[in-house]
């Protein structure tokens, strides 16, 4: 999981009596910027959410406690989640102030850019893509007429494909897909 992305998981506090109970749920976090949260919960089964924030690239993984407890007693054993941590996707870096992978600037002037699931919501004339060979994120202002998808459509920069229109892809969408061809007098 990447900074900024998060995950669910689901928690149920157990009484005395071995029953599902109301209770409450301490989720500790040491990578936050608010290290502990704390939730109540009712007699079933309750889904947590979980931002992850990191405080340098350089962590390959996290530790996450959670500490359920009910109203009966005190708490229950720690519960260890340990989180895998990715690199940010292509087009986001890793911001030092919210801990979380953010768009970079280039890429924020001609689209809206989704830290929590790592897409860009590009639309109009602009192409964006990420070029792994050079290492570098392409943005280009104009694609050529009827290339790309002029509406808003929702892209990660390693498949610049699902911006292009007509059956096309590859730079600019200046290819066909395989098993087409342009017609002839078109840009179709």
Known sequence: ISPGFSFNF??????????????FVQVRDDNA????????????????THSV???????????IYVTLGDFESNTQPNILLRVDIEPCPAGFYLSSVTRVCECTKDISLVAN???????????GSSWISYDSEYNCTIVYQEC????CKFQAVNITLTEPNDQCSFNRIGRLCGGCEEHSSVVLGSNK
């Open 10 to 23: 689901t928690v149920t506090a157990v009484g005395n009596r071995n029953g599902i109970t109301p209770g």
């Open 33 to 48: 910027i608010h290290p502990v949260t704390n939730f109540t919960i009712s007699a079933k089964c309750t889904l947590i």
């Open 53 to 63: 924030q990191v405080t340098n690239s350089s962590l390959s993984t996290i530790d």
């Open 113 to 123: 850019c989704d830290s929590s699931t790592g897409t860009i919501e590009r639309s």
């Open 144 to 147: 050529p007429f009827d290339y």
